[in-house]
Every structure is written in structure tokens, then in C-alpha cells.
């Protein structure tokens, strides 16, 4: 069964810092670009950073440039996304999706063949 499941939001004080992972299963991860979205209440999704299948490739939204961390774990199927110096602009439900090898395209949507749940990052004091 195809699975993209995200882990990892909470609630978190500005400035503080979170690490969101997203497991996969039920396809060739390897194949697969990897990218995070965000969706405010009212507002788009948006991209907020990718990793291509080879790894050579990471983009950020440049709202999250310097303070955001992708990598990717083939070995365990895994992404994760680092995320310090937190800010209340970045509350969003946060959700982790495959597109075929590249991150071409992955700043805005329509983008990604597969989906997760999505994990809710809350940043308040």
C-alpha cells in the first residue's frame, strides 16, 4: 500500500525549532523527488523546499531560506525537514509529497503524485 505519512509538528515557541519526517512506502522512493508543502488557514499551498531523487538538487522558498534543513534518507525511506528560528507566519499544516525524480515545478502546486496527511506546525507564544 502507497504511503506518505508526515510526523513531527506541534506547538512550538517563536524562534524554537522542529524537525518534521515523512515516511514512505509501497513505492521505489529512490525514483522519487520529495518535496513539503504548507497550507495556512485561507491561504494556497506552497512549496516550501524540495530534494530531487539524486539528491543533487534542494530548493527553498525563499521565506525559509537559512532557517529550513531538507535531507533524505534512501536507506530508510525518509525525508525530513529541519526547521529552526521558527516565526508565526510559518503555522501551516505541513505535508510531505512524491513527484517523479525532479522538483521541477514543485514551488507552487499542481506538483506530486503522492500525498501525505499532512502534520500541523503551530508557532505561538
Known amino acids: 500500500q502507497l504511503q506518505l505519512v508526515e510526523s513531527g509538528g506541534g506547538l512550538v515557541q517563536p524562534g524554537g525549532s522542529l524537525r518534521l519526517s515523512c515516511a514512505a512506502s509501497g513505492f521505489t522512493f529512490y525514483y522519487y523527488a520529495i518535496a513539503w508543502f504548507r497550507q495556512a488557514p485561507g491561504k494556497e499551498r506552497e512549496g516550501v523546499s524540495c530534494?530531487?531523487?539524486?539528491?543533487?538538487?534542494?530548493n527553498y522558498a525563499d521565506s525559509v531560506k537559512g532557517r529550513f534543513t531538507i535531507s533524505r534518507d534512501n536507506a530508510k525511506n525518509a525525508v525530513y525537514l529541519q526547521m529552526n528560528s521558527l516565526k508565526p507566519e510559518d503555522t501551516a499544516v505541513y505535508y510531505c509529497a512524491a513527484g517523479y525524480y525532479s522538483c521541477l515545478g514543485s514551488a507552487t502546486m499542481p506538483w506530486g503524485d503522492y500525498w501525505g496527511q499532512g502534520t500541523q506546525v503551530t508557532v505561538s507564544s
Open positions: 530534494i530531487s531523487a539524486s539528491n543533487d538538487v534542494i
